[in-house]
Nanobody
Framework: VHLVESGGGLVQPGGSLRLSCAAS????????MTWYRQAPGKERELVAG????????NYGDSVKGRFTISRDIVKHTVALQMNSLNPQDTAVYYC????????????WGQGTQVTVSS
């Protein structure tokens, strides 16, 4: 099983980044996909989530109106478009697969660093 994030990097305040998570090794349609982030010294927090069919989308309060999550059910990828970034968005961003059925395990990616700084 693999969840591989990409697209992180250094961006100036007000800028944009697009993260991508490529999933393999499990039945993608049986999982809700989410993005979490963790800043130094802080707990991991939910950024956004999307249902197996592309609906049931939710966002953390701090990113509503700025971030957009989407998934490609053919390519088995999940994207996070991040706009109007600010220094408080600096964190390691993780892709997380949440099983829809009891008895299945969840999966985490290795994370990608996003740094917002001038």
């Amino acid at each position: 099983v693999h969840l591989v994030e990409s697209g992180g990097g250094l961006v100036q305040p007000g800028g944009s980044l697009r993260l991508s998570c490529a999933a393999s090794g499990f039945t993608f349609s049986n999982y809700r996909m989410t993005w979490y982030r963790q800043a130094p010294g802080k707990e991991r927090e939910l950024v956004a989530g999307i249902g197996s069919g592309g609906g049931s989308i939710n966002y953390g309060d701090s990113v509503k109106g700025r971030f957009t999550i989407s998934r490609d059910i053919v390519k088995h990828t999940v994207a996070l478009q991040m706009n109007s970034l600010n220094p408080q968005d600096t964190a390691v961003y993780y892709c997380h697969a949440v099983p829809l059925f009891w008895g299945q395990r969840d999966y985490w990616g290795q994370g990608t660093q996003v740094t917002v700084s001038s």
